[in-house]
Each structure stands twice: as C-alpha cells, then as structure tokens.
Nanobody, 122 residues
Framework: QVELVESGGGLVQPGGSLRLSCAAS????????MGWFRQVPGEGREFVAA????????DYSNSVKGRFTISRDNAKNTLYLQMNSLIPGDTAIYSC???????????????WGQGTQVTVSS
C-alpha cells in the first residue's frame, strides 16, 4: 500500500531553520508530483510548495516564497522541504502529498502522509 511518512518537525526559535523529509513507499515515486501543505487547528489545509515529478518545476505560496525550498531525490523516494527564516506564523502540521501532476490545490492530491508538527516559538 502507499505510504508517505514525514519527519523532521519540531520546536524552533523564530529565525531558525528546519528540514522536513517525506519518505514514500508503495508508489512509483518518480511518476508523481509532490506537494507540501500545512494546517492549523480549525482551519483548512494551506498550500506551501509543490514540485513536478522530475523536479524541473516548483511552485510556492507567497507566504513562504524566498524562505522555503522544496526538492526531491527520486533515487531515495524522498521529498524535502528546507525551511529558513521561520516565523511564528509558520507553526502548523506539515503534510506531504502525491498526485500525477503538479498542483497547488489540496483536494487534487491522491495520497497523503500523517503530518509532522512544526512549532516556531521563543
């Protein structure tokens, strides 16, 4: 079965950095575009970043552009999100997702991980 497992979340001070990973299994990883979304309690999923299947195209929300970088290693079936200059507003549960084509709408994604908590606080 398809499994997406996020890791790398935690508590970080404002201005700090974290790198999230998403390990995929049960799918032909290189044939799927991947995305990162985040969610806070009581709100819907917010698009963060997406990357095409070969990594040639990326897309970012305006709120993270210039601070976050999405990347992937198809040889390792792993997706990454490098997060720099973190602010308290980045606090959320971050989840990775997979679909056949790059998109920034959560409802279009086929497979989801369980998420990892990122907390930005002093």
């Amino acid at each position: 079965q398809v499994e997406l497992v996020e890791s790398g979340g935690g508590l970080v001070q404002p201005g700090g950095s974290l790198r999230l990973s998403c390990a995929a299994s049960g799918i032909a990883f290189s044939t799927y575009a991947m995305g990162w979304f985040r969610q806070v309690p009581g709100e819907g999923r917010e698009f963060v970043a997406a990357i095409s299947r070969l990594g040639l195209t990326t897309d970012y929300s305006n709120s993270v552009k210039g601070r976050f970088t999405i990347s992937r290693d198809n040889a390792k079936n792993t997706l990454y999100l490098q997060m720099n200059s973190l602010i308290p507003g980045d606090t959320a549960i971050y989840s990775c997702a997979a679909r056949r084509g790059i998109a920034n709408i959560a409802q279009l994604y086929e497979y989801w991980g369980q998420g990892t908590q990122v907390t930005v606080s002093s």
